[in-house]
């Protein structure tokens, strides 16, 4: 499971999932891109990352196709070649189904499924010249089942699997993997989403998401729960896993 001489990209790395996905391939020996629309926490993360690997900062806007497109190109180039790309970079919001509007879905939309759509384009090209290689996209429980308080969140999530298992049936061909992970980790993201809300609040809006979880009935942690993961699902170990939903989340989809 080690990463030496894998080049990866690492989008949302100013944060959360992100930064530990980071901290995880530079330790085991990739050199790494790592991407974010937040210049300051992104290169800050990259600049800190521990070896034996590398990692760089670029700032990108995954919403934007220009922007993707020439960034993922410069990338490439500093990193001569492409052989994985992780895809944590997302948004979340609170709202219902009742009161959603136009704006926050579109919002939602075009960063957590044309931001995945665009990124897995944008290294389709450079993993099938690399004879294959992988793409890690982060879906979501809340894509598997109701989500009450987060209904255009929850609707990104469910298109995002479907993009998923879609892209792995194409690109199988080429020999890229396409999976998702679908994590329950403590994030700034995370801490956001339930700031404010009471206890019944919690249970209602929040679906009992931590009570469900049966390792701990907690999130888990970025780097010691989800970076072994990220590293399984980047290296050569995990060759004859593709078009998967993969829960990293302590039981919580499966047990609740
Ligand atoms: N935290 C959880 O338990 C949980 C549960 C289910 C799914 N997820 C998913 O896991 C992934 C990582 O989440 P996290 O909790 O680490 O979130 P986070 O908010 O800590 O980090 C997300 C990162 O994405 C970046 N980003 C946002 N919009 C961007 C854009 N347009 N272009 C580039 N970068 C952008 C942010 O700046 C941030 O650094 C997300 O896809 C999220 O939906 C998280």
Request: charged share 15%; proline share 4%; aromatic share 6%.
């Amino acid at each position: 499971m080690e990463l030496v001489e894998k080049r990866i990209i690492v989008t949302g790395c100013a944060s959360g999932m992100g930064a530990a996905t980071v901290r995880a391939y530079v330790k085991a020996g990739a050199q790494v891109v790592g991407m974010d629309i937040a210049e300051t926490a992104g290169s800050q993360v990259c600049a800190d990352a521990a070896g034996p690997g590398t990692s760089t900062f670029l700032p990108v806007d995954v919403a934007n196709g220009d922007q993707v497109t020439e960034v993922f190109a410069a990338a490439v180039d500093s990193l001569g070649g492409l052989d994985a790309l992780a895809h944590p970079a997302a948004i979340h919001a609170g709202n219902s189904a009742s009161d959603v509007t136009s704006t926050d879905w579109d919002r939602l939309f075009a960063v957590n499924v044309r931001g995945t759509m665009l990124t897995n384009q944008a290294a389709h090209p450079y993993l099938k010249e690399a004879g294959g290689g992988a793409i890690i996209n982060f879906g979501s429980i809340s894509g598997q089942r109701p989500e009450p308080g987060a209904a255009a969140y929850s609707a990104t999530k469910g298109a995002v699997h479907a993009w998923t298992r879609t892209a792995a049936g194409t690109w199988g061909s080429d020999n890229i993997r396409v999976n998702a992970v679908l994590p329950a980790i403590r994030t700034p993201m995370f801490l956001a989403a339930k700031e404010g809300l009471s206890d019944e609040e919690l249970n209602v809006k929040y679906w009992r998401n931590e009570q469900s979880i049966a390792l701990g009935q907690e999130y888990g942690d970025p780097d010691t729960d989800l970076g072994p993961v990220m590293v399984f699902l980047a290296s050569d170990a995990s060759h004859f896993i593709t078009g998967q939903l993969i829960p990293v989340d302590g039981g919580q989809g499966n047990v609740r």
